[in-house]
């Protein structure tokens, strides 16, 4: 049975994950340490074919300034020629980062989060418009957003079996770093642990305001949420 301190612990561990994921998205664009003089140099050197009003469209949805879109858009095309990101390219990103696990299923999980539109690639408008959210979003939004995570089938709640599917995939990509620590079956022991803190009405699925309710009742959950606010 594990101490008080350990099943804390774990059961933050998919919170955190998912928002530093979005971290490992901004390094591998080379976005994330801009400074001033950087960002200038970035700006004279953009000539892409984003049209005014697209560009001030997406200010607008989101919480980027113009220049801040322009220096993404630079970096995602530069990354991204062909204007879209797929899956493929989240599991390469995941494998270099993650070199001694298996990221390959969070890196599927993460994706379709992203894709939105369920087409098998995310447009640079989807992909800002989630960094967004998990970097500059209310704590709502955020919470939402990781909701959306873990309900792998889309029907508005979290089951069980999804929220071990990731948990495992969060396990498997740590590999090396997490197996030595923790027992073997600690996936399946965390997932009963924070699942039941968080299925109020014991109904056997997690509500979109169960999960939020009980993610704002965790401290280090909502101190989590606040660390990459101001990475950009």
Not at 58 to 74: G, H
Not at 137 to 142: A, D, L, M, P
Not at 187 to 214: A, C
Request: glycine content about 6%.
């Amino acid at each position: 049975m594990w101490n008080k301190g350990e099943s804390e612990g774990l059961q933050t561990l998919g919170i955190v994950v998912v928002v530093c994921s979005s971290l490992k998205l901004l390094h591998y664009l080379g976005l994330i340490d801009l400074s001033d003089d950087k960002i200038e140099d970035e700006l004279e050197m953009t000539t892409v074919c984003y049209r005014p009003e697209g560009l001030e469209q997406l200010e607008a949805q989101t919480n980027f300034t113009k220049r801040e879109l322009q220096v993404l858009y630079r970096g995602f095309k530069n990354e991204c020629p062909s204007g879209v990101v797929n899956e493929e390219t989240f599991k390469q990103i995941y494998a270099q980062f993650f070199p001694h696990g298996d990221a390959s299923m969070y890196a599927h999980y993460l994706f379709n989060a992203f894709d939105t539109t369920q087409t098998g690639s995310v447009k640079f408008e989807g992909f800002v418009m989630a960094l967004s959210t998990l970097l500059r979003g209310t704590v709502h939004e955020k919470l939402r957003w990781t909701f959306n995570l873990y309900d792998i089938n889309k029907d508005g709640y979290i089951n069980k079996e999804e929220m071990m599917d990731i948990v495992k995939a969060i396990y498997d990509m740590m590999g090396k770093y997490t197996y030595p620590v923790l027992k073997q079956d600690a996936p399946r022991l965390h997932v009963e642990v924070f699942f039941q803190k968080m299925d109020k009405n014991k109904d056997g699925v997690v509500t979109l305001d169960e999960f939020i309710e009980s993610c704002q009742e965790d401290d280090n959950i909502m101190r989590s949420l606040q660390l990459f606010e101001n990475v950009m």
